[in-house]
T-cell receptor, first 113, second 111 residues
Framework: DVKVTQSSRYLVKRTGEKVFLECVQD?????MFWYRQDPGLGLRLIYF???????EKGDIPEGYSVSREKKERFSLILESASTNQTSMYLC????????????FGPGTRLLVL | GQNIDQPTEMTATEGAIVQINCTYQ??????LFWYQQHAGEAPTFLSY????GLEEKGRFSSFLSRSKGYSYLLLKELQMKDSASYLC????????????FGAGTQVVVTP
């Protein structure tokens, strides 16, 4: 059974704090993605990675960075959290090619005060 | 630019049929996906169309017309557990298979 896990389901942080969101997949997938989901806007791609140490900007990378030191783990970093980064963050993974869907983690609901 | 449109909300009665439409304008097309997302949970894969026509999977069917940039998800014999958000997503033709998502359609099933 495929599995994508995220380190926290709920997180409360203060403005200016550095925030780490961790994602781990056990499917040996090459691609990993970080999205944020906001009401009325759908899922928006922040960053993705297609290999260890490789990363590409998505549609809304500002204020975020990522790290992929191991194939199974993809971290999203908020260098200095701001209130407009309050959102649901979803991690996903997929194979590099083919008809494969993306598999999603359960999400982390982040509140920045 | 990229644009994916789907209705915001639909309401239907238990046992009925509901059709969720999705129109898209994207710079590249390599498949259309439908996901189901219950409140507070991760999206889960429902269906995938890359060629024109209808794909049937039990109570759920999905249709694609590439020339019209149009897809629909058909939910038959609605059950209360089908109350959820349904996301339409288009995969692009870039090397990494990036997805573009619609905002989702909230389906409310009433008794």
């Amino acid at each position: 059974d495929v599995k994508v896990t995220q380190s926290s389901r709920y997180l409360v942080k203060r403005t200016g704090e550095k925030v780490f969101l961790e994602c781990v997949q056990d499917m040996d997938h090459e691609n990993m993605f970080w999205y944020r989901q906001d009401p009325g806007l759908g899922l928006r791609l922040i960053y993705f990675s297609y290999d260890v140490k490789m990363k590409e900007k998505g549609d809304i990378p500002e204020g975020y960075s990522v790290s992929r030191e191991k194939k199974e783990r993809f971290s999203l970093i908020l260098e200095s959290a701001s209130t407009n980064q309050t959102s649901m963050y979803l991690c996903a993974s997929s194979q590099l090619v083919g008809g494969e869907t993306q598999y999603f983690g359960p999400g982390t609901r982040l509140l920045v005060l | 630019g990229q644009n994916i449109d789907q209705p915001t909300e639909m309401t239907a009665t238990e046992g009925a049929i509901v059709q969720i439409n999705c129109t898209y304008q994207t710079s590249g097309f390599n498949g259309l996906f439908w996901y189901q997302q219950h409140a507070g949970e991760a999206p889960t894969f429902l269906s995938y169309n890359v060629l024109d026509g209808l794909e049937e999977k039990g109570r759920f069917s999905s249709f694609l017309s590439r020339s019209k940039g149009y897809s629909y998800l058909l939910l038959k014999e609605l059950q209360m557990k089908d109350s959820a958000s349904y996301l339409c997503a288009v995969r692009g033709t870039d090397s990494w298979g990036k997805f573009q998502f619609g905002a989702g359609t909230q389906v409310v099933v009433t008794p």
